[in-house]
């Protein structure tokens, strides 16, 4: 257990729909980040919040957006769903900024997005 | 664009055998890591690499960087079933990037 949770596990949807992820960091940590990850595309980054605040953007869709709340917790939110999006969406979370690339990453249990 | 390469993409082997799965890219990274994930569950972090020619242990595991920090590679000694999941490589140098993974299956 990495003490990163995800809420839901697996989320079943229709095309053009809307939805969204939820994360809880470890605790104390400070950062969060969002990653895809489909069998074409392996494992993306997403976006990285820190202490409330964007922190790096990957390759995220504009039909996505993410935010980090004052508890630290963030959610992922998904709009205008298409067939592609279906993949599992995964957090982790790290103490610092993790601009030193040795800041680790803990990631969470992953949500499994499907959507037909 | 920075791209790390894992090689090779699937792997299948007995329990017992010696393994090697390599990490490269045409750019220099400052640190590399090195991640197992196991089926329905999320990457875990095994080791991370610093310095050009460092060669990091973990038990049976032996993680290389290479002189010139663009290389990198996991070499695995008497694999058991337990080793069995997708390894993967990942750098934070300019963007935070994921290698296209090698998935290791070994059989009893």
């Known amino acids: 257990d990495s003490g990163v949770t995800q809420t839901p596990k697996h989320l079943i949807t229709a095309t053009g729909q809307r939805v969204t992820l939820r994360c809880s960091p470890r605790?104390?940590?400070?950062?969060v980040y969002w990653y895809q990850q489909s069998l074409d595309q392996g494992l993306q980054f997403l976006i990285q919040?820190?202490?409330?605040?964007?922190?790096a953007k990957g390759n995220i869709l504009e039909r996505f957006s993410a935010q980090q709340f004052p508890d630290l917790h963030s959610e992922l939110n998904l709009s205008s769903l298409e067939l592609g999006d279906s993949a599992l969406y995964f957090c982790?979370?790290?103490?610092?900024?993790?601009?030193?690339?040795?800041?680790?990453?803990?990631f969470g249990p992953g949500t499994r997005l499907t959507v037909l | 664009t920075q791209l790390l390469e894992q090689s090779p993409q699937f792997l299948s082997i007995q329990e017992g055998e010696n393994l090697t799965v390599y990490c490269n890219s045409s750019?220099?990274?400052?640190?590399l890591q090195w991640y197992r994930q196991e089926p329905g569950e999320g990457p875990v972090l095994l080791v991370t690499?610093?310095?050009?020619?460092e060669v990091k242990k973990l038990k049976r595991l032996t993680f290389q960087f290479g002189d010139a920090r663009k290389d990198s590679s996991l070499h695995i000694t008497a694999a058991q079933p337990g080793d069995t999941g997708l390894y993967l490589c990942?750098?934070?140098?300019?963007?935070?990037?994921f290698g296209t993974g090698t998935r290791l299956q070994v059989f009893p």
């Open positions: 982790a979370s790290s103490l610092l900024q993790g601009t030193t690339g040795t800041d680790t990453q803990y």
């Open positions: 605790s104390g940590d400070l950062s």
């Open positions: 919040y820190y202490n409330g605040e964007e922190r």
């Open positions: 750019s220099v990274f400052s640190s």
């Open positions: 690499v610093v310095t050009g020619g």
């Open positions: 990942s750098s934070n140098t300019d963007k935070l990037i």
